[in-house]
């Protein structure tokens, strides 16, 4: 079973950017054909998709924050990062990183990582 766990800041500036971390066990992230993918859920609104890194290292992004938003990998670490630049406070949520067959479905997930945006 795929393990994967978040790490980052808890707490970003506004402007600055926000960098997490995803750590998988279990599973490597160059295993076809799976998608590893970065949500946020911001308080009282539902799951957001930001994009996905697939096991070939090809990148998809949510069209909304694609101008933000960079994912990266390292596959000696078996890590995925993800990137989202000019942080405003409306980027307050909690950040997972999922797998899953495609970059809608997710068979496991991270338990999440609250983002604050403050001075």
Same mark, same amino acid.
Request: charged residues 15%.
């Given at each position: ?30 295993? @076809? +054909?799976?998608?590893? !993918? ?5 308080? %009282?609104? $539902? ?6 890194? *697939? ?32 942080? @405003? +406070?409306?980027?307050? !949520? ?5 797998? %899953?067959? $495609? ?6 997930? *991270? ?9």
């Amino acid at each position: 079973q795929a393990q994967l766990q978040e790490s980052g800041p808890g707490l970003v500036k506004p402007s600055q950017t926000l960098s997490l971390t995803c750590t998988v066990s279990g599973a490597s992230i160059t295993t @076809t +054909p799976y998608y590893w !993918s970065w949500i946020r859920q911001s308080p %009282g609104k $539902g799951l957001e998709w930001m994009g996905a890194i *697939g096991w070939s290292g090809d990148r998809f992004f949510n069209p909304s924050l694609k101008s933000r938003t960079s994912i990266s990998r390292d596959t000696s670490k078996n890590q995925f990062t993800l990137q989202l630049s000019s942080v @405003t +406070p409306e980027d307050l !949520s909690v950040y997972y990183c999922a797998r %899953g067959p $495609g970059y809608t479905a997710y068979d496991y997930w *991270g338990q999440g990582t609250q983002v604050t945006v403050s001075s």
